[in-house]
């Protein structure tokens, strides 16, 4: 695929890190819940991995209090590694070597006060600059055969400005996320006629909703600086990215895969369940123990 000349290629990713994770107290009264085990990697790990995958080499976390694990995970640890060596445990090696970034490729700023999810966006403008750039939020995790943000990327080549992950979900749902009202529609693509964050039911312009997946032009930090409130009183990055719309090509894309929401409790164990079926080592067993789990509950 060509890459469209006009626009700058996509090299930095910022991941919003400095959420409380409530939902899981106590689990997260300490640990970041971005540190929650996905099978058998934590989800920020899943969330950079995705990143990484797509070609992303500059790594943003805009983080808050008590998340310094976050950034300790990805360091490099010289006596773990030498233990694992000098005990020949290859795979574990290759495990902990999976989850280190290298020199100057992780970025960390830091959201003072909870003031929203444009606010966070906000926060990363410096290390941004002048470029594209992805958003992860790393409750929102996608089991596919390509990774999610690789997909975009792909269709940005072709697209250039902004794009969204989109699924479709239902009507009573709409006020959990940031909804279209939707244009053209082409192939995966659909053109973005208006951008509404948690409408009701009854006044969401349509059932197709963002999920965490972004790339967006640097000129919505320009309508992130008027630090204007929105739904629930915070500063919303769906308002800031309405804004774009009509000066830069805006579009939706639909994803090949499922997403989980891992920041709610039913959809972190549906999401384990499912990568766990998947997982090459125990998906097999994981398998059988899910259906003679079911066959016992039917009991
Ligand atoms: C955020 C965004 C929303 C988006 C959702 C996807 O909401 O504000 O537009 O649809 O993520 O997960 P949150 O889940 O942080 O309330």
Redesign the pocket.
């Known amino acids: 695929m060509t890459q469209n000349s006009s626009w700058k290629r996509v090299r930095k990713a910022v991941f919003p890190v400095a959420g409380l994770g409530t939902r899981f107290l106590p689990a997260t009264k300490v640990m970041p819940k971005e540190m929650l085990p996905l099978v058998d990697r934590p989800l920020i790990q899943h969330a950079f991995e995705e990143a990484r995958q797509a070609g992303i080499e500059e790594f943003i976390f805009v983080t808050g209090r008590q998340k310094e694990m976050l950034e300790e995970h990805f360091d490099y640890q010289p006596e773990l590694e030498r233990t694992l060596e000098a005990r020949n445990k290859q795979d574990e090696l290759e495990k902990v070597r999976a989850s280190e970034m290298g020199e100057s490729q992780l970025f960390c700023t830091r959201q003072a006060k909870p003031l929203g999810?444009g606010h966070a966006i906000w926060c990363a403008r410096k290390l941004v600059g002048n470029e594209p750039f992805a958003i992860m939020?790393p409750?929102?995790v996608v089991l596919s055969k390509t990774p999610c943000l690789k997909q975009m990327i792909e269709a940005y080549d072709e697209t250039g400005g902004n794009l969204v992950a989109v699924m479709d979900v239902p009507r009573e749902e709409t006020n959990k996320?940031?909804i279209l009202d939707v244009g053209a529609q082409n192939g995966a693509l659909t053109e973005v006629k208006g951008l509404v964050?948690k409408p009701k039911p009854e006044e969401a312009p349509s059932t197709l909703?963002?999920?965490?997946r972004y790339i967006l032009q640097p000129e919505v930090f320009d309508h992130l600086s008027r630090f204007e409130k929105g739904a629930g009183g915070e500063i919303?990055?769906?308002d800031a990215m309405a804004k774009l719309i009509g000066s830069q090509p805006f579009n939706g894309f639909s994803y090949e895969g499922q997403r989980y929401d891992c920041?709610s409790r039913i959809g972190f164990i549906e999401a384990n369940i499912a990568f766990a079926m998947q997982d090459p080592e125990i998906g097999k067993t994981v398998r059988s123990i899910v259906k003679q789990q079911a066959e016992n509950a039917d009991l």
């Not at 909703?209 to 965490?212: A, D, E, F, H, L």
């Open positions: 999810l939020l409750d929102d996320y940031g964050e909703s963002v999920i965490g919303q990055l769906t920041g």
